[in-house]
C-alpha cells in the first residue's frame, strides 16, 4: 500500500472528523483571518479540533491563527470555521493550503466566507475600513489545482468569472447597510509573501486595478470554486500598504485594527451567516 492519494486522504479526514462531531454536516465554511479568530468565540455548542489532530492536515504556525477547526452554531446556521489558516509563506505546498477548503466542503458546506487582514492600496480606503471582495489577482505563483490528483476530486478546468458569488455579495452589502457598518468594495491582490511588497510594486498592482493587498485567501478561493463552492470574502484594511501615504507597514499594526474592529466584523460576519 502506498501513500494515499488527495481523494483517498480527504475521505479520510471526513470520516475521522465525521466521528469527532458525531455527524455534524455544516451548511458554511469560515475562514477567519490574522486578529479575526474572536468570531469563533460566538459559535454555539462548539466542537474543537486542532488542525494537527485532522488526518493529513498540516497546522497553522502565524502568530494570532489557533490552528483549529470550530464546529457550531452561528446565526441560526451549522459552520465550520477555521480559527487561523494555512499560508504559502508557511512553507506549504499549494494543495496542503487548499486541502481544508476541499475538506470542509466534503463536510458538507456549499458556502465560503474567507477573510484576511489586508493592506489598502486604494487612496480613498482608510484603515479599519471592511472591504467585500469583488474580484481577485492571484500573484502567488501558485494554482491547487497544479497535478494529477485535484483532477480527480474535481475537474481541472473551470471558469473564475465571478469567482465572488455576486448574491453573497449582495448579501453582504444589505446586511453592511441594515447594521451601519461602512463598507468598500474592490479587487484583492494576493501574494505569497512573507516580506511585505516595495513601494514600486504597490504603484505596479494600483495600475492592474488591485484595491487591497495581502498574503492568503487567492488559493482558498481557486480550491472552492473547483468544486463548486459560492464564495464571500471580505478582507479588514489594517494598514495602508506601502508607500501609500509614505506608509511603511509591518505586521504589529495588523492585530491592534483587528482588535478595534472585532466587535463590527462579528456583526457583520454573523448577519451575513443568518441571511444566506
Ligand atoms: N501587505 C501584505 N499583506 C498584508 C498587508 C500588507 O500591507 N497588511 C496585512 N496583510
Not at 45 to 68: D, K, L, N, Q
Request: negative net charge; glycine residues 12%; charged residues 20%.
Amino acid at each position: 500500500m502506498g501513500e494515499p492519494t488527495l481523494k483517498e486522504k480527504l475521505e479520510q479526514a471526513k470520516a475521522a472528523l465525521e466521528q469527532r462531531t458525531d455527524g455534524f454536516a455544516p451548511e458554511v465554511a469560515i475562514v477567519l483571518g490574522s486578529g479575526l479568530g474572536p468570531l469563533a468565540e460566538r459559535i454555539e455548542e462548539p466542537i474543537f479540533v486542532p488542525f494537527g489532530e485532522v488526518p493529513h492536515m498540516r497546522t497553522s504556525t502565524a502568530t494570532s491563527h489557533v490552528g483549529r477547526f470550530v464546529f457550531g452554531c452561528l446565526g441560526g446556521k451549522r459552520v465550520v470555521c477555521m480559527q487561523g489558516r494555512l499560508h504559502g509563506y508557511e512553507g506549504y505546498a499549494p494543495q496542503e493550503v487548499a486541502y481544508p477548503i476541499w475538506l470542509m466542503h466534503g463536510l458538507g458546506a456549499d458556502a465560503l466566507i474567507t477573510t484576511n487582514a489586508a493592506g489598502g492600496i486604494n487612496e480613498r480606503y482608510r484603515v479599519g475600513d471592511f472591504c467585500i471582495m469583488s474580484d481577485q489577482i492571484n500573484f502567488t505563483g501558485r494554482n491547487p489545482i497544479v497535478g494529477q490528483e485535484p483532477n480527480e476530486v474535481a475537474f481541472r478546468f473551470f471558469s473564475m468569472y465571478e469567482c465572488f458569488d455576486p448574491g453573497l455579495r449582495c448579501v453582504a452589502r444589505t446586511v453592511a447597510h441594515e447594521k451601519g457598518i461602512s463598507f468598500q468594495e474592490g479587487v484583492y491582490l494576493g501574494l505569497l509573501g512573507p516580506s511585505f511588497e516595495t513601494a514600486a510594486e504597490i504603484r505596479a498592482f494600483r495600475m492592474w486595478g488591485a484595491d487591497t493587498v495581502a498574503m492568503s485567501v487567492c488559493e482558498e478561493v481557486i480550491a472552492a470554486r473547483h468544486v463548486g463552492m459560492r464564495v464571500l470574502g471580505i478582507s479588514l484594511v489594517t494598514n495602508m500598504a506601502c508607500g501609500v501615504d509614505g506608509a511603511n507597514p509591518a505586521d504589529d499594526d495588523v492585530l491592534a485594527v483587528a482588535a478595534e474592529r472585532s466587535t463590527d466584523f462579528c456583526r457583520l460576519i454573523e448577519g451575513v451567516v443568518t441571511a444566506i
